[in-house]
């Protein structure tokens, strides 16, 4: 299945998609810091109208950094303490269904999920800049239908608290960047990405 042309133009636009249901069914979303105890999720999302990007990865590319210790979600942005804006999270998921845009951002947690809002607004932020920049430079004017925010935690090699096997809609379909969907999950777990879109 071809991506729409729409899509497929954000896609071409960014330097850090990792996969698209052009060529893909499985998405795995990494966390790359040694020290996580959760370092790996697998969505099982088939092959379809949708593509992933990693805006972590994509801040650390050698052209945005002055300094080797810095990630900068642009380099024309200050980089101080009293900002949140060069924060990322580990994915973000462009899914069309119809004309309707779903955009899912997800990030990694080990342990107990916290200090992910800013995480989430910095990059929902890009995602907005990206159709902003789509709509000047290409004259596709691209809406956003729904927003889902959705924290993985755990990594841990006990047992899950949480032997739910689906996800109750209000849930996901209610995240917000200060109050994200929180699931936990084991390491290299897979899902459905059709669960979180319930």
């Known amino acids: 299945m071809a991506l729409s042309e729409d899509l497929n133009y954000l896609m071409d636009s960014l330097s850090c998609v990792t996969y698209n249901g052009a060529q893909h069914s499985l998405i795995q979303i990494e966390e790359k810091d040694p020290s996580a105890k959760l370092k790996k999720v697998n969505l099982n999302a ?5 593509f992933c990007f990693n805006p972590d990865e994509g801040r650390k590319c050698s052209h945005l950094r002055r300094n080797s210790n810095l990630v900068l979600m642009s380099p024309l942005l200050k980089v101080d303490s ?7 999270c580990d994915a973000v998921i462009f899914i069309c269904e119809g004309d309707n845009l779903i955009v899912v951002y997800i990030d990694l947690k080990s ?12 990059t929902r932020q890009f ?14 004017k691209i809406s956003i239908y729904e927003e889902r925010y959705i924290i993985f935690y755990g ?3 006990r ?18 960047p200060d109050n994200a ?6 390491n290299d777990s897979t899902l459905y990405l059709r ?3 319930a």
């Open 159 to 176: 047992p899950l608290l949480n032997k739910k096997t689906t996800i109750p809609k209000s849930n996901v379909r209610q995240s917000l």
């Open 155 to 157: 990594g841990e090699n």
């Open 46 to 50: 088939g092959n379809g109208n949708w």
């Open 127 to 140: 995602v907005r800049y990206l159709l902003s920049l789509s709509e000047e430079f290409a004259g596709r």
């Open 82 to 88: 009293r900002f949140d804006h060069h924060c990322a």
């Open 195 to 197: 669960e979180l879109l």
């Open 181 to 186: 969907y929180k699931r936990e999950v084991k």
């Open 111 to 122: 342990g107990n999920p916290t200090g992910y809002s800013s995480q989430f607004k910095s």
